[in-house]
């Protein structure tokens, strides 16, 4: 079955404690990339990826890194989390920019 | 930055219908539509090349006027199954491939 799947789907954590959240694609999808949703502001793009090892910048990278090392996966990386980025994340894949985007469950993070 | 996504939110009854507007301040490359529907992922509807072109999904269609930076999304004879948050992403001619969503428009369809 075509599916992007990230873990965790929940996640509370304390602020400084690094934590990655994993997101792979089976789809041999090109473009990957992550987003967060927050009440009122919808999807804000934190980074994409056109390709292996070719990241750039969405609208609200601080805070955040990725890394593409494989093409399945694109995992999100938050080095020093605070409690401003408590939030539901989604990852999604295309085949390309500007294809149908499928995305995944969402991971719920809290970081108090 | 954000494309301006008009309404908010819209409260229809079974089979009437409603368009959602999607209104750009920068020159757009594309536009995409996506439904969420409460504790979901969105789930992808249709997108929208430069070009000006309209796309039809059975009861859903939309249409984009890259002159006036904005895109229409339109939903004839609402299904129950249609209730949602509507989302557009936009991608800028100038801004590489990031996309930008609206803030989201709810529509409730009520029997």
């Known amino acids: 079955e075509a599916q992007v799947t990230q873990n965790p789907r929940y996640l509370i954590t304390v602020t400084g404690k690094k934590l990655t959240v994993t997101c792979s694609q089976n789809m041999n999808h090109e473009y990957m990339s992550w987003y967060r949703q927050d009440p009122g502001l919808g999807l804000r793009q934190i980074y994409y990826s056109m390709n292996v090892e070719v990241t750039d910048k969405g609208d609200v990278p601080e805070g955040y890194k990725v890394s593409r090392k494989e093409k399945r996966n694109f995992p999100l990386i938050l080095e020093s989390p605070s409690p401003n980025q408590t939030s539901l994340y989604f990852c999604?894949?295309?085949?390309?920019?500007?294809?149908?985007?499928?995305f995944g469950q969402g991971t719920r993070l809290t970081v108090v | 930055q954000q494309p301006v996504q008009s309404p908010q939110a819209v409260i229809l009854r079974e089979g009437e219908d409603a368009v959602i507007n999607c209104s750009s301040s920068k020159a757009l490359y594309s536009v995409h539509w996506y439904r969420q529907k409460h504790g979901e992922a969105p789930v992808f509807l249709m997108i929208?090349?430069?070009?000006?072109e309209q796309k039809g999904h059975e009861k859903i269609s939309a249409s984009f006027n890259e002159k006036k930076q904005q895109s229409s999304l339109y939903l004839t004879a609402s299904q129950l199954s249609y209730s949602g948050t509507y989302f557009c992403?936009?991608?800028?001619?100038?801004?590489?491939?990031?996309?930008?969503f609206g803030a989201g428009t709810r529509l409730f369809v009520k029997a």
């Open positions: 992403g936009t991608e800028v001619e100038t801004g590489g491939f990031k996309t930008i």
């Open positions: 929208l090349l430069k070009g000006g």
């Open positions: 999604a894949s295309s085949l390309f920019a500007n294809t149908e985007a499928f």
